[in-house]
């Protein structure tokens, strides 16, 4: 049922432009010259060629996030502790990245340093913990 999800995306980004019209026929937002099927055109075309660009990434989250979480982030198909594994490399990337970017938070040195690592470290004992369980109760090991 491919073409399912098309009509839904395509039913969605014409709905949008059609009830902006119809809210604005009903409070009478249109000037008064721009009555009629101009009118009615004019006010459509606004509303996709100034609306388009919101409204497309607003849809493309709203149908692109199901696929996505189901599949692209199906890490545990390759073996069961890359999840864990990947989540913590992540963390800390995103946490190096961050100092780069802006600095430690702001504060005393040691306060600024334990609110940096605090994150990345208990991300990591959390991932470190799983990958434990998983080798003690399910026997999941690294090719060696």
Request: hydrophobic share 55%; aromatic share 14%.
């Amino acid at each position: 049922m491919a073409g399912r999800p098309a009509l839904c995306y395509f039913g969605a980004w014409t709905l949008v432009p059609l009830l902006f019209t119809a809210a604005g026929e009903g409070m009478e937002l249109l000037p008064s010259g721009a009555n009629g099927p101009a009118g009615l055109l004019l006010w459509v075309s606004v509303m996709f060629v100034g609306w388009a660009p919101f409204w497309r990434v607003i849809f493309f989250l709203c149908f692109a996030s199901g696929p996505a979480l189901r599949h692209a982030f199906n890490l545990s198909a390759l073996h069961a502790a890359l999840p864990a594994l990947f989540t913590s490399v992540l963390v800390w990337v995103f946490a190096f990245l961050g100092l780069s970017a802006g600095g430690l938070p702001p504060g005393p040195v040691p306060l600024a340093v334990c609110a940096f690592l605090g994150g990345p470290v208990s991300v990591t004992a959390v991932a470190w913990w799983e990958i434990h369980r998983l080798r003690r109760r399910h026997g999941v090991r690294w090719r060696g």
